[in-house]
């Protein structure tokens, strides 16, 4: 598939809001690529490329060539570049990345240029995100949607969903299943203002768990072999040999877990998240030991559990997992049984619950109403779409942060709601100026616009209507509590969750 007509999709899918116009672009761009292509085009049109680390950065992108006249490079033709420029290391990489880089941009038109640019950056700004392709899949090849949300969530990635539905269609998508030692997508929960609104949703009787403000992890054991995974599919095995050694005293060979990880006190209560997070990103060695508390198993001796409702899932996971490394539980058949136990979980530390509807299946990757999150305080997952310098005492550090919602219909797929600098100290003011300036991408005055790829934990006290903003929603009085390393962007929460808030 030629560059330049990857170029146009993404140009046709910017012209419009409408999802059923983009998904239909981005499906003719998939039946136009060669199956062996469709995993990069479908990376490519997401934003990303498929290399984690090029070593090329945007102050990389200063002092480039003149465009090419016309369009000569293949999507293949650029992967194999950045493949290249991604394998030098040692004596002479830096100049031999900086002349591989003038080649590629040397044989790119302005727009084949422009888009380069944004994939080194992250700034492509299509809305073609996960759902979009997912829908695009889904029409290209004649999939059932539902088969291939499913292969998406089990192979853990939407562009290599694509490449096995381009080689070998529907079938080949039914064929994915979940995989020891490969991690599937996290099941998400949508958030309610306050249990009854939470129970609403669910039914009675529901399962109540309480809801631990650490790391999500996926534990995986295939025999002896043990692996550890993130919320964003990160390989955390090396940094919590703990939980390795943990999982392994279990009573089964084989077994895939879900749960949160979290430094806890002498009476075990949470410590700050801000203790966990700097605990997991550190390597094996540290004495500070991260305690498991699992809330679902997928696997377990040979057997698959995804589609078994929560009451199956919960009975495995007890006779697996010794309570104390458990999620607190409780089947409540009244609300007032689950406000007694919503009392019980804060009083213990705990940051909420989340309510479990007794028939839900595992549906990751998605904000269904098979669980709800409810939370003392409202919080949300944002964005960092931008900073400002701070003056008088904040006079040096990147200080006051804009925050964004996902919001597909959008041409940047984001929408502001607000800025803050509330809940800085000292330490985070000085952490995200360095942090902010390495995804920056451009300035507007004193404004520091960054690449979105930082998700950032809101506290605010409500919504108000705004006309300053496009969504028509603004934060009151929000506050940082914390960045949250552990999650992707396509984590952070919608602007129609937001809106669900709002009303």
Same mark, same amino acid.
């Given at each position: 598939?030629?560059?330049?007509?990857?170029?146009?999709?993404?140009?046709?899918? +910017?012209?419009? +809001?409408?999802?059923?116009?983009?998904?239909?672009?981005?499906?003719?761009?998939? +039946?136009?690529?060669?199956?062996?292509?469709?995993?990069?085009?479908?990376? $490519?049109l997401?934003?990303?490329?498929?290399?984690?680390?090029? &070593? %090329?950065?945007?102050?990389?992108?200063?002092?480039?060539?003149?465009?090419?006249? +016309?369009?000569?490079?293949?999507?293949r033709?650029?992967?194999?570049?950045?493949?290249?420029?991604?394998?030098?290391s040692?004596?002479?990489?830096?100049?031999?990345?900086r002349?591989?880089?003038?080649?590629?941009?040397?044989?790119?038109?302005?727009p084949?240029?422009?888009?380069?640019?944004?994939?080194?950056?992250?700034?492509?700004?299509?809305?073609?995100?996960?759902?979009?392709?997912?829908?695009?899949?889904?029409?290209? $090849?004649?999939?059932?949607?539902?088969?291939?949300?499913?292969?998406?969530?089990?192979?853990?990635?939407?562009?290599?969903?694509?490449?096995?539905?381009?080689?070998?269609?529907?079938?080949?998508?039914?064929?994915?299943?979940?995989?020891?030692?490969?991690?599937?997508?996290?099941?998400?929960?949508?958030?309610?203002?306050?249990?009854?609104?939470?129970?609403?949703?669910?039914?009675?009787?529901?399962?109540?768990?309480a809801?631990?403000?650490?790391?999500?992890?996926?534990?995986?054991?295939? &025999?002896?072999?043990?692996?550890?995974?993130?919320?964003?599919?990160?390989?955390?095995?090396?940094?919590?040999?703990?939980?390795?050694?943990? %999982?392994?005293?279990?009573?089964a060979?084989?077994?895939?877990?879900? &749960?949160?990880?979290?430094?806890?006190?002498?009476?075990?209560?949470? @410590?700050?998240?801000?203790?966990?997070?700097?605990?997991?990103?550190?390597?094996?060695?540290?004495?500070?030991?991260?305690?498991? $508390?699992?809330?679902?198993?997928?696997?377990?001796?040979g057997?698959?559990?995804?589609?078994?409702?929560?009451?199956?899932?919960?009975?495995?996971?007890?006779?697996?997992?010794?309570?104390e490394?458990?999620?607190?539980?409780?089947?409540?058949e009244?609300?007032e049984?689950?406000?007694?136990?919503?009392?019980?979980?804060?009083?213990?530390?705990?940051?909420?619950?989340?309510?479990?509807?007794?028939?839900?299946?595992?549906?990751?990757?998605?904000?269904?109403?098979?669980?709800?999150?409810? #939370?003392?305080?409202?919080?949300?997952d944002?964005?960092?779409?931008?900073?400002?310098?701070?003056?008088?005492r904040?006079?040096?550090?990147?200080?006051?942060?804009?925050?964004?919602?996902?919001?597909?219909?959008?041409?940047?797929?984001?929408?502001?709601?607000? #800025?803050?600098?509330?809940?800085?100290?000292?330490?985070?003011?000085?952490?995200?100026?360095?942090?902010?300036?390495?995804?920056e991408?451009? @300035?507007?005055?004193?404004?520091?616009?960054?690449?979105?790829?930082? %998700?950032?934990?809101?506290?605010?006290?409500?919504?108000?209507?705004?006309?300053?903003?496009? &969504?028509?929603?603004?934060?009151?009085?929000?506050?940082?509590?914390? $960045?949250?390393?552990? #999650?992707?962007?396509?984590?952070?929460?919608?602007?129609?969750?937001?809106?669900?808030?709002?009303?």
């Open positions: 598939m030629r560059f330049a007509d990857l170029v146009a999709t993404l140009d046709d899918v +910017r012209r419009t +809001r409408s999802r059923t116009a983009k998904t239909k672009a981005v499906a003719s761009a998939l +039946r136009t690529a060669e199956p062996d292509e469709v995993e990069l085009v479908a990376s $490519y997401m934003g990303a490329l498929r290399q984690r680390r090029t &070593g %090329v950065g945007w102050r990389s992108l200063n002092d480039l060539p003149e465009p090419a006249g +016309r369009p000569t490079l293949s999507v033709d650029v992967d194999d570049a950045f493949e290249s420029l991604a394998g030098l040692g004596a002479g990489s830096q100049t031999a990345r002349d591989g880089l003038s080649r590629l941009f040397a044989a790119a038109t302005e084949e240029q422009a888009l380069l640019r944004g994939l080194v950056t992250g700034e492509v700004r299509t809305g073609a995100l996960e759902g979009v392709l997912v829908d695009a899949v889904a029409t290209a $090849y004649d999939a059932p949607r539902p088969a291939v949300r499913r292969a998406v969530m089990l192979s853990g990635s939407a562009p290599v969903t694509a490449g096995i539905a381009a080689r070998a269609g529907e079938a080949a998508l039914a064929g994915v299943g979940l995989e020891l030692l490969r991690p599937a997508q996290p099941m998400l929960a949508a958030s309610a203002p306050d249990l009854a609104a939470a129970l609403e949703q669910t039914g009675l009787p529901a399962l109540v768990d809801k631990l403000d650490g790391i999500r992890v996926q534990v995986h054991r295939d &025999g002896d072999e043990v692996g550890v995974w993130s919320r964003s599919l990160d390989d955390l095995t090396p940094r919590f040999p703990e939980l390795v050694e943990r %999982v392994r005293s279990y009573p060979t084989s077994f895939v877990l879900d &749960g949160e990880a979290l430094l806890v006190d002498e009476d075990g209560r949470p @410590r700050a998240f801000q203790e966990t997070a700097s605990r997991a990103g550190t390597r094996s060695g540290s004495e500070l030991a991260l305690s498991p $508390y699992f809330f679902d198993v997928l696997h377990l001796d057997r698959d559990l995804l589609d078994e409702p929560v009451p199956v899932r919960s009975a495995a996971l007890a006779d697996l997992v010794p309570a490394d458990r999620v607190a539980r409780l089947r409540v009244s609300l049984e689950a406000d007694a136990f919503w009392s019980e979980t804060l009083a213990a530390g705990q940051e909420g619950v989340v309510v479990k509807a007794l028939d839900s299946r595992w549906e990751a990757g998605r904000r269904g109403s098979g669980w709800v999150k409810v #939370k003392p305080r409202h919080t949300l944002l964005v960092v779409l931008a900073a400002e310098w701070g003056s008088g904040r006079s040096g550090w990147l200080s006051n942060i804009h925050l964004g919602a996902r919001d597909d219909s959008s041409p940047t797929g984001f929408v502001m709601l607000g #800025k803050t600098f509330k809940g800085m100290t000292d330490e985070t003011l000085t952490w995200q100026t360095e942090h902010f300036l390495g995804l991408t451009h @300035r507007e005055g004193h404004v520091v616009h960054v690449r979105p790829e930082q %998700v950032v934990e809101i506290a605010f006290d409500g919504l108000q209507r705004s006309t300053r903003y496009p &969504g028509g929603l603004a934060l009151r009085f929000a506050r940082v509590l914390g $960045y949250r390393e552990d #999650k992707r962007v396509e984590a952070a929460d919608t602007i129609e969750t937001v809106r669900a808030l709002a009303r």
